[in-house]
């Protein structure tokens, strides 16, 4: 049910990101002394580099390794590095150059003599390298916005205007950590993975112009009309999320999730609507499976199961196991959403009589919007709604086919597409923007 190379980590508060911790190392220093390293993290690494601007040239390079390792080995009972041997102290700093990851830039200061100034040299470098190749990213969105089509024109454009905003800060490397306290690793990373996931969603682009083609079926054009509809509310939210100073503070469920249902979206509908011999290019992104199904467990016991049905009707015999299939998706986001929006909340929450039909009960819009409640984006909540129309177009797709044969292939494909949308649920409900 999941690719672990595109496994997606539970979604991180920015204070937990920049102050993240992990479990102690242990070492024995040549002298025999038995040391706890504990990881850097980027809170720390801000309020040492502020404690070094403060102190005069001659001595950055001293308080700078002091520093870290007293910070290194704050789970040990010794931590002042002028009380360890000359030995000691030296693996001590090739440790911190572990821990650091600056091992290649410490290399090339091998000429240097004093471990204090070469470690001090060496994390200077790779801010500049992480810059370098910060701006070369930047540079090369740039070049390619002049071939990026149309439809997704206006993502590209805010994207490159978003991350040219951060080269801007790297001109000068000095202010490196007043640009990661602005803006936290895993969003600097998210910012270049919308980029990197945008190919399939400008390859389907390609197919919505090619609509009126006749060779087009029913069903395809109504796959590639609601695909339409959730491209349009893509763009506008990626309008909304991506300028830096917004992009940095935004939950995952909000800035990168829904980048990651329109890849998906569009790597399924592709596969639907393209020749017999389509072959996907690329993978279908699929939250964690053991999170999903603890979620679904926590939400109903029976949930976990009726997914894990849906799931073996791929590769049943049964003649009609393709209707059982999308039958028993359609049934779980149902029942899913009458539980995460039921009746009486719903009610309570809105008095609109548009988001009710006809019998006074919730429409599938107005519980989506209940579920997101807490999100004040209004274009992050269009493209919810959005995307999971788009999600039971393509369950319904078997209903108008007209050859209700799918392959093990297509199904399986349908079937992660349907993680993908409960993994983005999943996310709504636990995480929402202040």
């Known amino acids: 049910m999941i690719d672990e190379d595109n496994e997606q980590k539970t979604s991180l508060t920015r204070d937990q990101i920049l102050n993240a911790e ?28 502020k404690i070094v601007e403060s102190v005069s040239d001659e001595d950055k390079e001293r308080v700078f390794t002091e520093k870290v390792i007293s910070w290194m080995l704050r789970g040990s009972d010794q931590k002042d590095f002028q009380t360890f041997s000359d030995e000691d102290q030296r693996r001590l700093i090739e440790i911190a150059v572990e821990e650091w990851g600056c091992e290649e830039e410490y290399e090339q200061f091998a000429e240097i003599e004093d471990s204090e100034v070469r470690f001090y040299q060496a994390v200077q470098q790779q801010e500049r390298e992480l810059a370098k ?7 090369a969105i740039t070049t390619n916005l002049a071939s990026a089509m149309a439809p997704l ?15 801007e800060q790297f001109g000068d490397v000095s202010k490196f950590g007043e640009v990661i306290h602005n803006l936290n690793a895993r969003a600097i990373e998210q910012m270049g993975d919308i980029y990197r996931l945008q190919s399939p969603i400008l390859g389907i682009a390609e197919e919505i112009a090619k609509m009126q083609r006749p060779l087009v079926l029913p069903a395809q054009s ?35 999730y829904p980048t ?7 790597i399924i509908t592709a596969q639907l609507v393209g020749e017999d011999t389509y072959q996907p290019k690329e993978d279908i992104i699929t939250p964690d499976q053991a999170e999903l199904l603890n979620w679904l467990k926590k939400l109903d016991p029976s949930f976990s199961n009726m997914l894990l049905g849906a799931e073996q009707a791929i590769y ?14 359609r049934e779980l986001c149902t029942h899913i959403l009458h539980l995460l929006a039921p009746n009486d909340q719903v009610k309570e929450w809105t008095k609109d009589p548009n988001h009710f039909d006809k019998e006074g009960k919730p429409t599938r819009k107005a519980r989506l919007k209940y579920i997101s409640r807490n999100h004040k984006n209004k274009t992050f909540v269009d493209f919810l709604i959005k ?11 078997d209903e108008h086919r007209e050859n209700q044969e799918y392959t093990d292939q297509e199904m399986n ?22």
Do not use: C
Not at 316 to 329: E, G
Not at 387 to 397: C, G, H, P, Y
Not at 423 to 432: K, R
């Open 222 to 256: 109504a796959l590639l009309e609601s695909l339409g509809g959730t491209i349009t509310s893509y763009q506008n939210l990626m309008k909304d999320v991506l300028p830096v100073e917004r992009f940095s503070v935004l939950p995952d469920a909000v800035r990168y």
């Open 387 to 397: 995307d999971f129309e788009n999600q039971m177009a393509l369950l319904n797709a």
């Open 133 to 139: 190749q910060l701006s070369e990213s930047v540079r």
């Open 153 to 167: 024109k206006n993502v590209q454009i805010e994207l490159a205007s978003s991350m040219k905003g951060m080269l």
């Open 260 to 266: 990651i249902e329109m890849r998906n979206t569009s």
């Open 22 to 49: 992990t479990e102690p190392k242990v070492h024995q220093l040549p002298s025999g002394l038995t040391i706890r390293v504990t990881f850097i993290s980027w809170g720390m690494f801000r309020e040492i580099k």
């Open 316 to 329: 049943s015999k049964n003649p009609d196991h393709l209707r059982h299939f999308a039958s028993s998706h």
């Open 413 to 434: 494909a349908l079937h992660m597409r349907f993680l993908s949308m409960l993994g983005f649920l999943m996310q709504i409900v636990t995480s929402h923007s202040s």
